[in-house]
Every structure is written in C-alpha cells, then in structure tokens.
C-alpha cells in the first residue's frame, strides 16, 4: 500500500515528502474540491522530487461536462503530462449519471489509458460497478474512491468489490490512521488524504477580514507523518504474513 497525499502547492508537496509520502495528487482550489492545477505549479512540484499525479477538472460542481467543457479537459490533460505529471486524474458522467463515454472515449485516443485515474465520479455514478465494467473496457484500471460513501473507512464493502474485480483503488475520502489496516485488508493499492490544518493569516491591516477570507489550508506536517507511519505500519505487517 502506497500513501498518497492531495497537494495544492510546491509548499505542500514539500511537506508530503518530508513526511514520507510516496507520491501526491497536486490540484488548485482544493477548498471546492480540487481544480486542475496550473502548469507552473505542477513543473515546481515535480522538480522537487516525488511522482506528482495531476486532477484534472475544469470547474466546480458536477461531472457532467458540455462540449467545450470535454475538449479543455483533454487539453488540460495533455499539459499535465507534457510538463511532467505521471499520470492524470479525471471523470465524468452523462446525464444518466452513468460512465460519459464520449469523454473517456476522446481522452484514450490521444491519451493511454495506463496513465488514467478515473476520479471520485465513480462514487456519484449510479451504478459503481456498472461503471468500473466500462472503464476497464477502455483499458482504464486505476480508480479513486470512497467506496461511494462519507468516508473511506464507510466504504470498504465497494472498495473491495472494486479491488477484488481487478482495480487499483486508491482510497480517499476522510481516510483516517485507524482506518488503514481496513483498507489494506480490502486491498487498495494506496490511501489517499489530504491532512489539511486551516491556517489564519495574521495581515489584519484596513479592515481585511470584512474585505476577504484570508484562510488557507496547507498539508500539515504532523497529520501528514501520522498517517504515513500507519501506512508503513500496514506494510511492515502485511509483509510479515
């Protein structure tokens, strides 16, 4: 089991690997769910020496996506890659709330689907492993979810379904360190976590605090280790059975 960690800056990519990550997610605006991050940012990120996977999503809201919607995520994809992301995290649903085929189905022909994460649409889909049937049909293997639940740790039932028909799950979601060795027993091939701390900036100058929200939320160091260390935890054990 690998630990991964959703990243919004080169700040936090630094913290994710002094805590021992393996690898991260890097977005924009996690605050509404992620955005796919800028280009610079994703070069920065990568120059600092862990394996950087890039969302890509080019709005907040749903996963339904028009036309001009699909063709800008497909381009975003291929920046991220371009500029040195591993692989690319994407999704969406047609109206139904099944698989959008026709985004996938663009995606694979400029993109192979080995460097493919379908994201948490899966967990909104109607049919979770309807949709897992499709996206193995376009030779996507890799998926991040909760298991179609709050929490991760809720999931674990369609997190092994998921696991067990073949899929690279990787766990988000309100993942915790008492969940860990649940999840490994499902068989996930990583854990996904934000280990978020809302900091306030201390510039009080001309009445700011009515003006702006000055917060922001950076990878915390000491959550970031608390969960890196159950991770290590799992794979000590799971190596000694």
Known sequence: MLFEICASTPVDVAVAKE????????????????LTPSMASIRASVNLGLPVRALVRPRAGDFCYNESEKQLILAEALDCLHVGAEMVVLGGLDIEGGVDESLIEMICSKIPSELIVFHRALDLSKDPMESLEILQDFGINSVLSS???????LGLGLIRQLSDAGMQVIAGGGVRAEDIVALGEAGVEAVHASCRVKSISEFKDRGSE?????????VDLEKAMILCDAVENWAQFDGDE
């Open 147 to 153: 298991g179609a639940a709050p929490a991760a740790g």
């Open 19 to 34: 805590a021992g990550a393996d690898r991260v997610e890097l977005c924009g605006h996690w605050e509404c769910g992620g």
């Open 210 to 218: 009515e003006l702006f929200d000055l917060s922001t939320f950076p």
